[in-house]
């Protein structure tokens, strides 16, 4: 199959959000990716998929890899339920404009907080907190959460004792804390996806640091109380057999009628200060000290000694 250009591919937020697929052998078959299990065979178009967290048991061949790869499909290994993240591939990228923004604001003290209280404030609509510091802020936010985390119980009947889980043993958490980090899980992943999918770095976040997902964390958080922290309150209430499972259909719902992957990309254009149409073009430049950029593929001997 040939590589489609660039132009020819859809734009993230035309796709579909993701999906998760474990114990099953993933191959492709033209353009369509294929999952064979025990119960039979699926095709799923790659151009339409934003994300595929890969759980145990699964098996991929070096032929779908090279199909997701160039229809900038975004990978995530992660462990039993989706709960544990092991890596993530390269989705497609053109250039390192976005990149480069998010690099020097979060290289720069104040440019970085800058970032940081607009991430606090998208989380205060209409509330006037421009006067606020960071630490107030931080506990403004605090508040918010738990505020989310009783209305929700109080809402479903679902007893709150806090936000508790062990990342190695998933079935020890009661039925809200596995509902919520299965979520959680399915929101780090699109997040993860999204970010990559622009250019930018996962690992150079703003309010999270030291983590290789730290800005996944970081855009993450804006949609909890309105997506994750609902959905797992109401399954937690109902409490099927294969719990899991139903959060994650219930949030790749949600993730499609809250249009989540058009509302990502725009608030971290707004929160990386990026004007529509800027850095798409796919040029290679040298760096200059003094011009910033230079022509690449140009011989320059002739400047010896100058």
Same mark, same amino acid.
């Given at each position: 199959?040939?590589?489609?250009?660039?132009?020819?591919?859809?734009?993230?937020?035309?796709?579909?959000?993701?999906?998760?697929?474990?114990?099953?052998?993933?191959?492709?078959?033209?353009? /369509?990716?294929?999952?064979?299990?025990?119960?039979?065979?699926?095709?799923?178009?790659?151009?339409?998929?934003?994300?595929?967290?890969?759980?145990?048991?699964?098996?991929?061949?070096?032929?779908?890899?090279?199909?997701?790869?160039?229809?900038?499909?975004?990978?995530?290994?992660?462990?039993?339920?989706?709960?544990?993240?092991?890596?993530?591939?390269?989705?497609?990228?053109?250039?390192?404009?976005?990149?480069?923004?998010?690099?020097?604001?979060?290289?720069?003290?104040?440019?970085?907080?800058?970032?940081?209280?607009?991430?606090?404030?998208?989380?205060?609509?209409?509330?006037?907190? /421009?006067?606020?510091?960071?630490?107030?802020?931080?506990?403004?936010?605090?508040?918010?959460?738990?505020?989310?985390?009783?209305?929700?119980?109080?809402?479903?009947?679902?007893?709150?004792?806090?936000?508790?889980?062990?990342?190695?043993?998933?079935?020890?958490?009661?039925?809200?804390?596995?509902?919520?980090?299965?979520?959680?899980?399915?929101?780090?992943?699109?997040?993860?996806?999204?970010?990559?999918?622009?250019?930018?770095?996962?690992?150079?976040?703003?309010?999270?640091?030291?983590?290789?997902?730290?800005?996944?964390?970081?855009?993450?958080?804006?949609?909890?109380?309105?997506?994750?922290?609902?959905?797992?309150?109401?399954?937690?209430?109902?409490?099927?057999?294969?719990?899991?499972?139903?959060?994650?259909?219930?949030?790749?719902?949600?993730?499609?009628?809250?249009?989540?992957?058009?509302?990502?990309?725009?608030?971290?254009?707004?929160?990386?200060?990026?004007?529509?149409?800027?850095?798409?073009?796919?040029?290679?430049?040298?760096?200059?000290?003094?011009?910033?950029?230079?022509? /690449?593929?140009?011989?320059?001997?002739?400047?010896?000694?100058?």
């Amino acid at each position: 199959m040939k590589k489609p250009e660039l132009q020819q591919l859809p734009v993230i937020g035309d796709r579909m959000t993701f999906l998760y697929l474990e114990h099953c052998k993933v191959s492709r078959e033209d353009g /369509s990716i294929t999952v064979r299990d025990q119960e039979g065979i699926v095709h799923i178009p790659a151009a339409a998929i934003t994300v595929l967290l890969f759980g145990p048991g699964t098996d991929v061949s070096h032929r779908a890899m090279e199909l997701i790869g160039n229809m900038g499909v975004s990978v995530i290994w992660v462990g039993e339920h989706g709960v544990r993240y092991y890596a993530h591939g390269r989705a497609l990228n053109s250039h390192t404009h976005l990149l480069e923004k998010q690099a020097k604001l979060v290289s720069n003290t104040r440019s970085h907080l800058a970032v940081v209280r607009k991430m606090y404030e998208m989380r205060f609509p209409g509330e006037e907190v /421009s006067g606020l510091t960071l630490q107030q802020l931080r506990g403004r936010e605090g508040a918010r959460m738990r505020k989310a985390y009783r209305e929700q119980s109080k809402q479903w009947g679902v007893p709150w004792q806090g936000r508790s889980y062990d990342v190695n043993d998933f079935a020890s958490g009661d039925p809200v804390n596995q509902a919520l980090s299965a979520g959680n899980a399915c929101l780090y992943g699109l997040a993860t996806a999204v970010i990559t999918a622009m250019g930018c770095s996962a690992g150079l976040g703003f309010l999270h640091v030291g983590h290789e997902l730290s800005f996944a964390y970081d855009i993450a958080d804006l949609y909890k109380v309105e997506i994750t922290i609902p959905i797992a309150f109401q399954v937690a209430s109902e409490n099927p057999p294969e719990l899991p499972s139903v959060v994650r259909r219930r949030v790749r719902d949600c993730f499609s009628s809250t249009h989540i992957l058009e509302r990502m990309v725009r608030d971290i254009k707004y929160l990386l200060a990026e004007e529509e149409g800027a850095g798409t073009e796919h040029t290679l430049y040298l760096w200059d000290n003094v011009y910033e950029y230079a022509s /690449s593929g140009v011989s320059y001997g002739g400047e010896e000694g100058k």
